[in-house]
């Protein structure tokens, strides 16, 4: 594992080394392999074939340069402005890819509420969609684009807990575009 402050020459883990954490617990997965995505929109012919919620993420950066992951269903649609107070935060931005690199070890498309395993600075908060955690399969990214994961929301919470990684579930509503 890598430690939250690393660089283009350290390696993150790997969806393989991954996939045996989800072994370790018992967590139960479907694997779809796929071509690169990089946005909902690429991604929604891929959605097709893949049952349950497929889930977006934003790595977003506030005023005081502090980071949060915000994972939530492509449904659950978010005005920043509106989400600040949720956060606790001011004047949201998108992180650039080098920060999203040095403090969760994936790449821009590869975005995914798992890469808080390269994180053990835990210094990411991770915001999870409330509409989202109360659905039957959620889909997400396992550390790559070019593969999606369906597994339990109950499964998602049980990895965060095994790495001790705190996290948040919020209902986003009033975050909601007028």
């Given amino acids: 594992m890598t430690n939250g402050n690393s660089d283009k020459?350290?390696?993150?883990?790997?969806?393989?080394?991954?996939?045996?954490?989800?072994?370790?617990?018992?967590i139960s997965y479907d694997l779809y392999h796929h071509p690169a995505v990089f946005t909902v929109k690429e991604s929604s012919r891929i959605d097709l074939n893949?049952?349950?919620t497929h889930c977006r993420?934003?790595?977003?950066?506030?005023?005081?340069?502090?980071?949060?992951?915000?994972?939530?269903?492509?449904?659950?649609?978010?005005?920043?402005?509106?989400?600040?107070?949720?956060?606790?935060?001011?004047?949201?931005?998108?992180g650039s890819a080098e920060r999203l690199w040095s403090h969760l070890g994936v790449q821009p498309g590869?975005?995914?509420?798992?890469?808080?395993?390269?994180?053990?600075?835990k210094d990411v908060p991770l915001i999870l969609d409330a509409w989202m955690m109360?659905?039957?399969?959620?889909?997400?990214?396992?550390?790559?684009?070019t593969m999606t994961i369906s597994l339990t929301p109950h499964d998602l919470l049980?990895?965060?807990?095994?790495?001790?990684?705190?996290?948040?579930?919020?209902?986003?509503s009033p975050a909601?575009?007028?």
Avoid: W
């Avoid at 020459?9 to 018992?26: D, H, I, Y």
């Avoid at 590869?110 to 600075?121: D, E, F, K, L």
């Avoid at 109360?134 to 684009?145: F, G, K, V, Y």
């Fill in 50 to 52: 893949i049952p349950g």
């Fill in 134 to 145: 109360a659905q039957e399969r959620i889909n997400i990214h396992p550390l790559h684009n």
């Fill in 9 to 26: 020459n350290n390696s993150a883990v790997t969806p393989e080394q991954l996939f045996q954490e989800f072994e370790k617990l018992r």
């Fill in 158 to 172: 049980l990895f965060l807990e095994s790495l001790g990684y705190p996290y948040r579930v919020i209902d986003l």
């Fill in 57 to 94: 993420n934003m790595f977003l950066r506030d005023k005081k340069k502090r980071m949060f992951l915000v994972t939530l269903a492509n449904e659950t649609h978010v005005d920043l402005k509106k989400l600040e107070p949720l956060l606790g935060s001011t004047r949201l931005s998108f």
């Fill in 110 to 121: 590869s975005v995914c509420p798992v890469a808080v395993i390269n994180n053990t600075a």
């Fill in 176 to 178: 909601k575009p007028d």
